[in-house]
């Protein structure tokens, strides 16, 4: 059974930083790409990055660009995010999900995570 | 990348057909067959019920259907239920590895 399993959300100041975790389980996790994508609140969903299986290649959203890096680390089957210089607007859920394939889809979903940006 | 246009409400009685549409452009939906949709129940995360344009996930309803016409698809929900009240997306590659979603659309049992 493929399960995402999210941790490291929280409420932290503007200009602050924070690093979300994906364990992954139940499928060959290097294979695959894996993205994450948010909510805020009350909000529609908005992708916000995109990294290859190997780790080698990332994709942001404009909106993350410069302060969001993704990484991976495949000996763990563990996505991280880590979120820098974090304005209000970044208040979210932050749902991490597994690339279905070459389409450009998301067939399994974390639980998603709360991040706060707040003083 | 703006966001894909879908109606904010839809609504229809138990039995009923509904179609949510999902309108993009030339730049996203207009170039490539790899729209996707979700639904959210309250509160959760959300579940794949399409991808390319209109293949099914195992274990999903084949209520469910998806279609595309040029730069807009569209979800039908057949034989409504009232487990299908939810919010729905629609999502379309964007090109250079991209995605953008639809604003969400709240699908109601009347």
């Known amino acids: 059974e493929v399960q995402l399993l999210q941790s490291g959300g929280g409420l932290v100041r503007p200009g602050g930083s924070l690093r979300l975790s994906c364990a992954a389980s139940?499928?060959?996790?290097?294979?695959?790409?894996m993205s994450w994508v948010r909510q805020a609140p009350g909000k529609g969903l908005e992708w916000v990055s995109a990294?290859?299986?190997?780790?080698?290649?990332?994709y942001y959203a404009d909106s993350v660009k410069g302060r969001f890096v993704a990484s991976r680390d495949n000996s763990k089957n563990t996505l991280y995010l880590e979120l820098n210089s974090l304005g209000a607007d970044d208040t979210a859920i932050y749902f991490c999900?597994?690339?279905?394939?070459?389409?450009?889809?998301?067939?399994?979903w974390g639980q998603g995570n709360l991040v706060t940006v707040s003083s | 990348q703006s966001a894909l246009a879908q109606p904010a409400s839809v609504s229809g009685s138990p039995g009923q057909s509904i179609t949510i549409s999902c309108t993009g452009s030339?730049?996203?939906?207009?170039?490539?067959?790899?729209v996707s949709w979700y639904q959210q129940q309250s509160g959760k995360a959300p579940k794949l019920l399409i991808y390319?344009?209109?293949k099914r996930p195992s274990g999903v309803s084949n209520r469910f259907s998806g279609s595309q016409s040029g730069n807009t698809a569209s979800l039908t929900i057949s034989g409504l239920q009232a487990e299908d009240e939810a919010d729905y997306y629609c999502?379309?590659?964007?090109?250079?590895?991209?995605?953008?979603f639809g604003g969400g659309t709240k699908v109601t049992v009347l």
């Open positions: 999900a597994k690339d279905g394939g070459v389409a450009y889809y998301f067939d399994y």
């Open positions: 139940g499928f060959t996790f290097r294979i695959y790409a």
């Open positions: 990294i290859s299986g190997n780790g080698d290649v990332t």
């Open positions: 030339s730049s996203d939906i207009g170039s490539y067959n790899l």
């Open positions: 390319e344009v209109i």
């Open positions: 999502c379309s590659y964007a090109g250079v590895r991209t995605l953008v």
